[in-house]
T-cell receptor, first 112, second 113 residues
């Protein structure tokens, strides 16, 4: 019940295309859902985050869609660029803690 | 404003040995969390320190221990190293006022042989 399931494991997208990564959870105590971007040899960096009281959040080319009833959330990267090539992790945090439960990651490759 | 710095960047240890990893938190951050990231996996929460005391622990055995110092820097100690301890160890700092504002360091790559 503490897990966050992430798919796909890897994704190949052409430059200018849309990248979509999906996550699902079971624990209704989760109240914060961030996405992290990680480049090789670096730690994860916060990309965008959402709380369950909104269904969508957009920051530049990055959008989180959140479906509370389905317990699913997804990251959309519009106009994907080669510089977006990285591993993306969804995560969730349990209410009143700041412990993050991470998904297993999606390796995104954007080709020119 | 400096970010989170971790040392060393890489480390090779023999099974059964002990290791200490170090983390300097970002300026203004008083909470430090440690995560273990196995190859090809997402980070797993080890524990968190706030005001020099452990404030939450994940599913890791007692041979994983830590310290936080008055300047908010932190150490992760692992005793009796096992081959499965080989991973990237990440430190993240945050402020209690914005508990979700994690800043991760680049990690220490530990290899146990």
């Amino acid at each position: 019940q503490q897990q966050v399931k992430q798919s796909p494991q890897s994704l190949i997208v052409q430059k200018g295309g849309i990248s979509i990564i999906n996550c699902a959870y079971e624990n209704t105590a989760f109240d914060y859902f961030p996405w992290y971007q990680q480049f090789p040899g670096k730690g994860p960096a916060l990309l965008i985050a959402i709380r369950p009281d909104v269904s969508e959040k957009k920051e530049g080319r990055f959008t989180i869609s959140f479906n509370k009833s389905a317990k699913q959330f997804s990251l959309h990267i519009m106009d994907s660029q080669p510089g977006d090539s990285a591993t993306y992790f969804c995560a969730a945090s349990i209410r009143n803690t700041d412990k993050l439960i991470f998904g297993t990651g999606t390796r995104l490759q954007v080709f020119p | 404003e400096t970010g989170v710095t971790q040392s060393p960047t890489h480390l090779i240890k023999t099974r059964g040995q002990q290791v200490t990893l170090r983390c300097s938190s970002q300026s203004g951050h008083n909470t430090v969390s440690w995560y273990q990231q196995a190859l090809g996996q997402g980070p797993q929460f080890i524990f968190q320190y706030y005001r020099e005391e452990e404030n939450g622990r994940g599913n890791f055995p007692p041979r994983f221990s830590g310290l936080q110092f008055p300047n908010y820097s932190s150490e992760l100690n692992v005793n009796a190293l096992e081959l499965d301890d080989s991973a990237l160890y990440l430190c993240a700092s945050s402020s209690r006022r914005e508990i979700y504002g994690y800043t991760f360091g680049s990690g220490t790559r530990l290899t146990v042989v």
